[in-house]
């Protein structure tokens, strides 16, 4: 019934930027929460960050999200259920195919997600 697009992806130097995007299209009736994820070559995937309707901004606990974190940004527009990330300063290591998800129930977890968008940082 819903379904998540993401764009925005691409090729981009080291030291460049992107701006990715994930349209939820259908009935969305309520959504507690969306996250960015990432799965890089040969690795498992791994969170980016979550973020509320309310706009509460959660980061993964894990070495990778000390990384991120103060290069990315993660944000929504609510009204149209926009999901974005922000990626400034990238680096090779964030090379990965970035998923957009959603969790519509407040009990947690994602319960849709998007077909993945591939980013490719080059040296």
């Known amino acids: 019934q819903v379904h998540l697009v993401e764009s925005g992806g691409g090729l981009v130097q080291a030291g460049g930027s992107l701006k990715l995007s994930c349209a939820a299209s259908g009935n969305v009736f309520r959504v507690n929460e969306m996250a960015w994820y990432r799965q890089a070559p040969k690795k498992q995937r791994e969170l980016v960050a979550t973020?509320?309707?309310?706009?509460?901004?959660?980061?993964?606990?894990?070495e990778y999200a000390e990384s991120v974190k103060g290069r990315f940004t993660i944000s929504r527009h609510n009204p149209n259920h926009t999901l974005y990330l922000e990626m400034n300063s990238l680096k090779p290591e964030d090379t990965a195919t970035y998923y957009c998800?959603?969790?519509?129930?407040?009990?947690?977890?994602?319960?849709?997600w998007g077909k993945g968008i591939l980013v490719t940082v080059s040296a």
């Open positions: 973020i509320t309707t309310g706009g509460m901004v959660e980061y993964a606990d894990s």
């Open positions: 998800a959603m969790g519509l129930s407040a009990r947690g977890g994602m319960d849709l």
